[in-house]
Every structure is written in structure tokens, then in C-alpha cells.
T-cell receptor, first 112, second 116 residues
Framework: GENVEQHPSTLSVQEGDSAVIKCTYS??????FPWYKQELGKGPQLIID?????GEKKDQRIAVTLNKTAKHFSLHITETQPEDSAVYFC???????????FGAGTQVVVTP | GAVVSQHPSRVICKSGTSVKIECRSL??????MFWYRQFPKQSLMLMAT?????????EQGVEKDKFLINHASLTLSTLTVTSAHPEDSSFYIC????????????FGEGSRLTVL
């Protein structure tokens, strides 16, 4: 089955700096890669996603890149703000098998 | 994005009792919903896949008689923790696929279960 690895497990950044989280996946059949933000005591919220026919996608301060050959994808947050502090999860899925395999999560702390 | 509502957000029960958690897709029909369990500072652990009108598919190691899942309609799935024990205390989260063609997965707000 699919296996998703996520690094780093924790990330501390100064407000205004950039944060990068990286994930690798094992199943070449995976074709959908979402990123979720989870605040304490709440359910994960979809913040951005990318499909295998696209190499990069951007939404304001958030961007995701995908390298299909290397089987890795990354989340980039620019101009970080304290409200970006949360746990971020990457995931991989295939439309054919439907399940989502999640990474272990990254605790991001943005200090003012 | 699509809205998934989960209720209750918090529940405290005595050991031996059963607890039901509801998951509703508010603005779309969800033929498939997923139930996850999350321990503190850990990732999401898939418990089962709930399909409307059919039996749920449980992941290995998850007791189907302990965690009863019912997906009676296209907008509602329920998880019942039967004969709850303190070790069942956890954060339970449901999710639903918004669109089978595009594949987005949306989560409920989660339910914190505490078994005394």
C-alpha cells in the first residue's frame, strides 16, 4: 500500500520568514495530494491540493510543488504569521482506490 | 469548501455505556465517509470506510463489533462506540469525499470522547 513520510516533525520560524514542509510517497498510482491544517482540538482543514498533472499550485501565501519522478511534494508558506501556527498534514490518494494515506504531521510554530 | 458537521464535539460517558457520534455532509451528498481516530500529537488513523447503503469496511485491528458504523443516507454516517472503556477515550474525526471525480476530502470538527 501507499506510505507517506513527512518532514520535519516540528518547525519553528520567525514571523515573516518562510516555512517548507516536505513529503514523499511510495505508490506511483497516487495522483492527488492535499495538505491539511489542524488547529488544536479541531478537525483538519483542507488548505491546498495538487493533482499529478500539475507541477505547482499557488494560493496567496501558500504554494505546493510536486515532483512525480522523485515522488515527493512540498508545502511552502511565505511571510508566515502567528495564525499559521498549527499542525500540517500531507496526504496522498488515488481516485481509483479512494483511501487517503496521511503523513505524520508537522507542528509549525511561528514566533512574533 | 464543502461542509462536514460532526456532533457532539465533546462527550463524557461512564465505562460500559455506548456513545453515538454523527457525521453529516451539509451541502453535498457523500457516498463514502471515513472515520478516523487521532491520539495526542499523532497522525490520523483510519478506522473504517463507510459506504451508503452497505456495510462499512474496517481497517485491520479495528473491532467492528466495538465500533458500529451506519451510513443510512447520502448525508449521514454514525459511529457508535459500544460498551466504552477508558482506553476508547480519544479524538474521533469523520470525513467525506466532496466529489468522487475530483477527490477532495473534507473533515468534520472532531469529537472528543472521554470515558470515565
Amino acid at each position: 500500500g501507499e506510505n507517506v513520510e513527512q518532514h520535519p516533525s516540528t518547525l519553528s520560524v520567525q514571523e515573516g520568514d518562510s516555512a517548507v514542509i516536505k513529503c514523499t510517497y511510495s505508490d506511483s498510482a497516487s495522483n492527488y495530494f492535499p495538505w491539511y491544517k489542524q488547529e488544536l482540538g479541531k478537525g483538519p482543514q483542507l488548505i491546498i491540493d495538487i493533482r499529478s498533472n500539475v507541477g505547482e499550485k499557488k494560493d496567496q501565501r501558500i504554494a505546493v510543488t510536486l515532483n512525480k519522478t522523485a515522488k515527493h511534494f512540498s508545502l511552502h508558506i511565505t511571510e508566515t504569521q502567528p495564525e499559521d501556527s498549527a499542525v500540517y498534514f500531507c496526504a496522498a490518494s488515488s481516485f481509483s482506490w479512494g483511501k487517503f494515506q496521511f503523513g505524520a504531521g508537522t507542528q509549525v510554530v511561528v514566533t512574533p | 469548501g464543502a461542509v462536514v458537521s460532526q456532533h457532539p464535539s465533546r462527550v463524557i460517558c461512564k465505562s460500559g455505556t455506548s456513545v453515538k457520534i454523527e457525521c453529516r455532509s451539509l451541502d453535498f451528498q457523500a457516498t463514502t465517509m471515513f472515520w478516523y481516530r487521532q491520539f495526542p500529537k499523532q497522525s490520523l488513523m483510519l478506522m473504517a470506510t463507510s459506504n451508503e447503503g452497505s456495510k462499512a469496511t474496517y481497517e485491520q485491528g479495528v473491532e467492528k463489533d466495538k465500533f458500529l458504523i451506519n451510513h443510512a443516507s447520502l448525508t449521514l454516517s454514525t459511529l457508535t462506540v459500544t460498551s466504552a472503556h477508558p482506553e476508547d477515550s480519544s479524538f474521533y474525526i469523520c470525513s467525506a469525499r466532496g466529489n468522487m471525480a475530483t477527490g477532495e476530502l473534507f473533515f468534520g470538527e472532531g469529537s472528543r470522547l472521554t470515558v470515565l
